[in-house]
């Protein structure tokens, strides 16, 4: 490298490491919040070996202490008034040492999980900690130390995702004492959507409701032009439960020059919830959830080009664009 471009190699290399100190403390203040994990008196910290919430759902736990001081242990989640234990599984080691592990299945008290164990925990912030019981039959209690720092997000999944049997998200974070918390947050109300069939002749979309929303069997599906005033077009949706299947309305998204843009929604009333894939680690949809554009022949004889995607933020929408116009019949040529 020449002398003329050293300065501004060095100068590029102090501003990235600028750059990434502060894209640093901003992942860890996003992780910690502004509360007392420990509780008022001072306790035991442990340092879990793995901790951790995978698939949106199940949490995972080691850690790992002296055989000689614990015959039996469970871990505590405690929140307000509220208490959960998971009992920990016990593994001797061949250091001495026993490992401490759980892996058990979360539950919202607001969800609709079909899992029949695992703790059952309402939104807020739950504190964590252990209680081990020794061979002299006493049980001393311990909290559990966070992680000392998150690392910058990268990849193609993120750190945490929502539930996706229910929808909640079972987040760990670290308090402003360096205690590890779990923030519990209820389900959204949301239409997600969980397939699309793609075919020569429409495009049937499949999802379900989340969170409280409640309009099965009532509500209406839309699709909305994006930047007009034309009306929505409709379809009326099949219900099972909470369940609702139906066809893309495309018989009314034609007629416009060009390539015309279309959201999805259902409505009930004055509610109107958009149509998205939510539920998932997926970092950036719109790269994975990849469909290929089609030719669709209508009803009335028209050929439309259609692609139905996922954009970036989750969203289902639907481009289509007019390929031939409907045959005229013989009485509207004469």
């Not at 016990?90 to 919202?108: F, K, N, W």
């Amino acid at each position: 490298m020449s002398d003329s471009l050293l300065p501004y190699a060095v100068g590029a290399a102090k501003r990235a490491r600028r750059v990434a100190v502060r894209v640093r403390r901003r992942v860890e203040q996003l992780h910690t919040v502004p509360a007392i994990g420990g509780g008022l008196r001072p306790r035991a910290m442990l340092h879990p070996l793995h901790f951790s919430v995978s698939g949106g759902k199940t949490l995972n736990f080691a850690v790992t202490v002296p055989a000689q001081s614990v015959v039996s242990a469970v871990l505590v989640l405690s929140h307000g008034a509220s208490r959960e234990q998971i009992p920990l599984e016990l593994e001797p080691q061949r250091d001495g040492t026993v490992l401490l592990t759980a892996t058990t299945s979360l539950r919202h008290d607001g969800g609709s999980e079909t899992a029949r164990r695992g703790p059952v925990l309402g939104s807020g912030l739950w504190r964590l900690g252990m209680a081990l019981t020794g061979p002299d039959g006493r049980t001393r209690r311990a909290g559990i130390a966070a992680a000392s720092g998150q690392e910058v997000p990268d990849g193609p999944t993120l750190s945490y995702s929502p539930s996706p049997s229910s929808g909640a998200v079972f987040r760990i974070v670290r308090s402003v004492d360096g205690f590890a918390l779990l923030k519990v947050r209820g389900p959204r109300p949301q239409a997600e959507l969980t397939s699309v069939d793609l075919r020569w002749d429409r495009i049937t979309v499949h999802g379900r409701l989340i969170g409280s929303a409640r309009i099965e069997g009532a509500g209406q599906a839309e699709a909305v032009r994006r930047r007009s005033g034309r009306p929505p077009a409709t379809a009326t949706p099949e219900w099972q439960g909470d369940r609702f299947t139906f066809d893309v309305p495309l018989h009314g998204m034609g007629g416009a020059r060009g390539t015309t843009r279309w959201d999805l929604y259902l409505r009930h009333g004055a509610a109107r919830l958009r149509i998205a894939r939510r539920l998932t680690d997926v970092r950036y949809p719109g790269q994975v959830y990849r469909t290929p554009f089609r030719i669709v022949a209508l009803d009335n004889g028209s050929l439309m080009r259609v692609h139905a995607y996922v954009t970036a933020a989750g969203a289902f929408s639907v481009s289509c664009a007019d390929v031939t116009d409907a045959p005229r019949s013989t009485e509207e040529v004469a």
